[in-house]
């Protein structure tokens, strides 16, 4: 045969054997690799939208955290004063938080009320929102009796952990129709580990529903999400919304466990079989917020007939590439065959160098014939150009040259379209990286200056001269202005409020000037009476000088900050530079100006209580003038307690004659036994240990009840009464008994009960 016809053969015979193992091969391989990578993307998927639901979370996580960490300065002022601050505080973050139901705060008691000495009870305060978006405060004592064990307050006051409450159904109007899912987040108030109360808020879970009807890995394939306790917070049927996953699927809770491995905040996945014989892929994600013991899982489900599909796409595209392949390879080796020459060597060996890897200039073909070889040798010849140029813009790039530029061989360039989208996506990257370094190193600046501040006031706060001067003095440096001035509030004339130049600072010296601004005069007194930030960036010339409290140079750029607390302007802080202010730095300015209000305040009343004790100083060298005459009456006081101490010893003896016969034992108004003498308890089998948990009807027989709840009715409106009735032992013995029931009063007030008994019961 010739030798056209031996390639034809030779190779289409082999190509056959090939197609059809490769088809086989594709076939199996397909098919599972179809599944792998399906899987695979959605357990990827999982993990990506698990993120975003734990991201949000984490955002409504630290809002309630950070007010729990500034619920630890309520000491710092006093109680009213601080209560009115922290309420304004939640309100704010209610009113930026839309999908907050309820912002509010519970103080244990016995840290807020000096007067309160029990371990329970606890002051709720906080904000409400009502089903038309209203906002309104709530204020009260719960667990002013004894705390509940069941409650999730006190399992946080018991564990000191934050806790993600399992969502709950509620409807602020009681009508089916209104109800939402809802869950709360709440955050222990400690101050070192002790527990002192929490910041809570009540979040809507309907959001959640919006996202995982966006989730759409697959065709036919879904999401929903489940919380620690298998609650369905969000499903794309909502009908199990709100519903336990153990109910809605009880055989597959069972099979693989997974409300108990959501509990464990696993990742897992696993196949099943629904009750129509459909197999689907299922993986969870865990969504998991440190310091929080209840994490939440978002799940992804995959009908396996979606992936097995794909893989059959791939099995028929595979074929009819093959079939083409084959037609084109008997073509290609028909033309081989019959051109078999030089120019085709040559090709040959420079396509073995080019599948080595070898793109040099040098492998481009010099001389080539005209015909099919011949533009098969331009072709490659324009292929290796084109390679060695995506090289070295590749090259580039790789040494940090993200600019440099590559011409596309054509419209189908692919190799090029992937590089030069390869470029973009690196710009885009090094933009947004440049931008991220730029927050956070304002950020950082903002978060340092409030370090240094916070140090600052505290070390100047009782020299309100010097407490000036160092402030505007580190305030100017810190943001690079040119200068800067702070204006204190002036009051002690009811009739007419200035604000004066506590302390100036320019041009790195510190000014000694005098000035008074009245209340809505020039710029200062506009920003103390609007009460706002006021940002000037087009000044005209000379326009410091003659409206500004600070004189000077003319600056490009002028803020003014209110000292502003609970609505009160305690000064201004005008500062002016030559460069602009940017956004962080008058955010940064107003947050120091919350600090110095503060302060301010606080001086105001350190102040006020000198002003006190020196009263009070005065009013002590009064009293010492009297110390005489009240030495005289001690001395008076000293005959009359001798007579009463004689008179008590007496009486003591009496109480002790008593105790010795009768059988005593006292009752508060509760009826629960304050105490008891030695005769009583022996009498009813009790040790004094149990005392505690005794109270009047421990002792009462059942058939006397009646008589005797009457009489102790009428002992509690003061009416002594004398009785003759059974009494109950601990082990169930009856004794009669002669009673007299008697009020006890202190101040006037009857605060006891004091019975007094006689066993009749052998008496005839």
């Not at 409807?171 to 955050?187: A, C, F, H, M, R």
């Amino acid at each position: 045969m010739k030798i056209n016809a031996k390639m034809l053969v030779y190779i289409l015979s082999t190509s056959m054997l090939i197609f059809i193992a490769s088809i086989g091969y594709i076939t199996w391989k397909s098919g599972t690799s179809a599944l792998n990578d399906a899987r695979e993307l959605a357990n990827k998927n999982a993990l990506e939208y698990a993120n975003l639901i734990k991201s949000e979370l984490m955002s409504d996580y630290n809002i309630t955290k950070t007010l729990a960490q500034a619920g630890q300065a309520y000491s710092t002022l006093n109680w009213d004063e601080w209560n009115k601050i922290f309420l304004e505080q939640q309100r704010i973050v209610m009113i930026e938080n839309t999908h907050y139901f309820a912002v509010a705060t519970s103080w244990e008691l016995n840290h807020i009320n000096k007067e309160w000495d029990k371990p329970f009870g606890r002051y709720l305060n906080g904000w409400v929102r009502d089903e038309k978006g209203n906002i309104s405060q709530i204020e009260t004592n719960l667990n002013t009796e004894g705390d509940n064990f069941n409650s999730n307050y006190y399992q946080m006051k018991r564990s000191g952990k934050s806790m993600i409450v399992d969502p709950k159904f509620y409807s602020p109007t009681g009508k089916i129709e209104d109800q939402y899912l809802n869950s709360n987040i709440s955050v222990p108030i400690k101050i070192g580990n002790t527990f002192i109360g929490l910041a809570g808020v009540d979040i809507d879970l309907q959001h959640f529903q919006d996202v995982i009807e966006k989730i759409k890995p697959f065709e036919e394939g879904y999401a929903f999400i489940v919380s620690y306790d298998g609650t369905f917070v969000a499903h794309p049927n909502t009908s199990y919304v709100g519903k336990y996953f153990y109910d809605v699927f009880p055989l597959l809770d069972e099979s693989f466990l997974i409300t108990e491995q959501i509990k464990e905040g696993k990742n897992f996945s696993f196949n099943f079989t629904n009750e129509q014989n459909d197999e689907f892929f299922c993986c969870y994600a865990p969504i998991i917020i440190e310091e929080v013991e209840t994490p939440w899982s978002l799940a992804i489900v995959v009908p396996n007939k979606v992936i097995i599909s794909k893989a059959r796409s791939v099995l028929i595209n595979g074929i009819y590439v093959s079939l083409i392949g084959l037609l084109v390879l008997s073509l290609v080796v028909w033309l081989i065959a019959r051109n078999i020459t030089l120019p085709i060597k040559n090709v040959t060996e420079v396509l073995k160098k080019m599948a080595q890897g070898e793109i040099d200039k040098s492998l481009m073909i010099k001389n080539f014939t005209k015909d099919e070889a011949g533009e098969m040798s331009m072709a490659l010849n324009t292929s290796i150009e084109g390679l060695n140029t995506k090289a070295a813009f590749a090259s580039q790039i790789g040494t940090g040259n993200i600019n440099a530029e590559l011409k596309l061989l054509g419209r189908k360039d692919t190799l090029g379209k992937s590089l030069i989208e390869m470029q973009k996506s690196l710009q885009k990257s090094q933009k947004e990286e440049i931008k991220r370094k730029k927050e956070d190193q304002n950020r950082r600046w903002v978060n340092e200056g409030l370090a240094v501040f916070g140090e600052l006031l505290r070390q100047n706060a009782d020299n309100l001269e010097q407490f000036g001067h160092e402030i505007i003095k580190k305030l100017v440096h810190y943001i690079d202005a040119t200068q800067g001035g702070l204006f204190i509030k002036n009051d002690n004339e009811q009739r007419k409020v200035t604000f004066d130049l506590l302390s100036a600072f320019a041009y790195d010296r510190q000014k000694f000037l005098k000035r008074t601004v009245e209340l809505g005069e020039g710029i200062v007194g506009a920003c103390a009476i609007e009460k706002e930030t006021i940002l000037l960036t087009e000044i005209p010339q000379n326009y410091l000088q003659i409206v500004s409290g600070l004189g000077g140079a003319n600056p490009n750029s002028l803020v003014l900050v209110p000292l502003k607390i609970e609505n009160e302007v305690l000064g201004v802080i005008e500062m002016a530079s030559f460069h602009k202010f940017e956004k962080y730095h008058i955010e940064f300015i107003e947050k120091i100006a919350e600090s110095i209000a503060s302060t301010l305040k606080s001086v105001r009343i350190n102040i006020r209580t000198s002003q006190l004790l020196e009263q009070s100083q005065q009013q002590a060298e009064e009293m010492a003038a009297q110390e005489e005459e009240m030495r005289q009456n001690m001395e008076e006081l000293q005959a009359t307690q001798e007579e009463s101490t004689r008179k008590s010893e007496e009486f003591m003896g009496i109480l002790e004659a008593v105790d010795s016969f009768l059988l005593k034992a006292e009752f508060d108004l509760d009826l629960s036994l304050v105490q008891a003498n030695r005769l009583f308890l022996n009498k009813f089998g009790y040790t004094a240990n149990e005392t505690f948990a005794l109270t009047l009807e421990s002792f009462i027989d059942d058939e006397n009840k009646k008589s005797f709840q009457s009489s102790v009715k009428k002992v509690t409106t003061g009416n002594a009464q004398q009785l003759t009735s059974y009494l109950r032992s601990k082990s169930g013995k009856k004794t009669k008994t002669l009673i007299s029931l008697t009020p006890v009063y202190i101040n006037d007030r009857i605060e006891k009960i004091l019975l007094l008994a006689m066993d009749i019961t052998n008496i005839k």
